[in-house]
């Protein structure tokens, strides 16, 4: 992986990019802040509050409804933002439905999969319907938000909930996987970048094992959107989803990628205002996708601001920033693996992103959590929304550390040094 990344960035420039993030100059505990959660949430440029600021202070009004100006020209933003994100992952506007997070995403695909068995959509929707007999196949890196989806999709038709097993180091089996994909499989969903290990999935071998059967494929690219490339064509995948509060965003948004053509046949989930061309007492019909499925009053400032950090992103460039967090990541990953007592879980040698879980032997991760939080190390504590995962490998939570591109070396020596100091300060050896 390393041969094929670009020149990272330099620690000159992580410094100037810092300036933007005022929150990164504050104290926490009397110590200056080291924020290594960005996994969870990533902090947000000033150019991002200015951008939902302004759309607020001179645009603001409702869209796709009113003939004013102001209406216009606040249509005109809300679907500028949907061309700019969906370039930004390598799809067509057509092909990009604004949610509240990854995780409505996930679920607005299974609903529709649901209403489709149900009858609803008509013959058009038949495709995505599903019975008893058929499959639905993910595996067991999966943060819960494309596991549940998927077992209650299984439990409302009747379909057959199954799962590719990982290996001892967390590492997806995927001589398992070309096992378990058959001619029942109708839906696979998998993680672009596990949100616990941080290693990157093999994801044009999923998705080959996927066509061979023809099933959907589902990836949650919620973990890579923010730190490498992103291109939905080019992974050949069906759908795909993204949260944007993980990528310099604010909170509130997120993605659906969906194949025109699928999107266009798929029935809805929520319905009312907004998504419809004819409404009677008997029944109504609905608008092409992306709008059948953005009911309501849609998330217009927040779509601004994902803009915003989706520009910032460009300017600094997506291929610089993996190259730095595939460095820093290597740093957490080396350094971590070097203390008596610490488990860095997840396989070696394999591409990942800046993100390493790791277990201090008799130490509780909440205590390990507190402790570097009291000199002002902001890590993510928990089974970090994968207990499958965490339970295969032997740990009902973990200690995570997450860098990004405002994040130093300097920063990844300090928790190492710190968490160097958390055993012996609980009087272990």
Known sequence: MAEELAAPLTIEEVTRLRADFPILSREMNGQPLIYLDSGATSQTPQCVWDAEQQFYESFNAAVHRGAHSLAVEATD??????????????????????????????????YSF???????????????????????????????ANLLPWQELAARTGATFRYVPVLADGSIDYDAAAHLVGPRTKIFAFTHVSNVLGVVTDVARLVALAKGVGAFTVLDACQSTPHMK?????????????????????????????????????????????????????????????????????????????????????????????????QLGQQLVDGLSQIPGVRVLGPTG????????????????????????????????????????????????TSRASTYLYSLPSEVDELVRRVAEVRPFFGLS
């Not at 058009?124 to 890196?141: K, Q, V, Y």
């Open 350 to 397: 394999v591409p990942r992103i800046g993100v390493a879980a790791f277990d201090v032997e008799g130490v509780h991760p909440h205590d390990v959590g507190q402790y570097l939080d009291s000199v002002g190390i902001a890590i993510r504590v928990g089974h970090h929304c994968a207990q499958p995962l965490h339970r295969k490998l032997g740990l009902a939570a």
């Open 77 to 110: 933003l809300y679907e500028e933002a949907r061309a700019t994100v969906a370039r930004f992952i390598g799809a067509s506007e057509r092909e990009l439905v604004w949610t509240s997070n990854a995780t409505e995403a996930l679920n607005l695909i299974a």
């Open 230 to 326: 992103l291109d939905v064509k080019a992974l050949d995948v069906d759908f795909a989803t993204f949260s944007g509060h993980k990528m310099l965003g604010p909170t509130g948004i997120g993605g659906l990628y969906g194949r025109a053509e699928l999107l266009d046949v798929m029935p809805p989930f929520l319905v009312g205002g907004s998504m419809i061309t004819k409404v009677t007492m008997e029944g109504a019909e609905y608008l092409p996708a992306p709008t059948r499925f953005e009911a309501g009053t849609q998330r217009i400032s927040q779509t601004i601001a994902l803009t915003a950090a989706v520009n910032y992103l460009d300017e600094v460039g997506l291929d610089r920033i993996a190259a730095w967090e595939h």
């Open 114 to 144: 649901s209403n489709a068995s149900l009858g609803r959509g008509g013959d058009a929707a038949m495709p995505f319907r599903l019975g008893p007999g058929d499959e639905i196949l993910t595996t067991e890196i999966e943060h819960h």
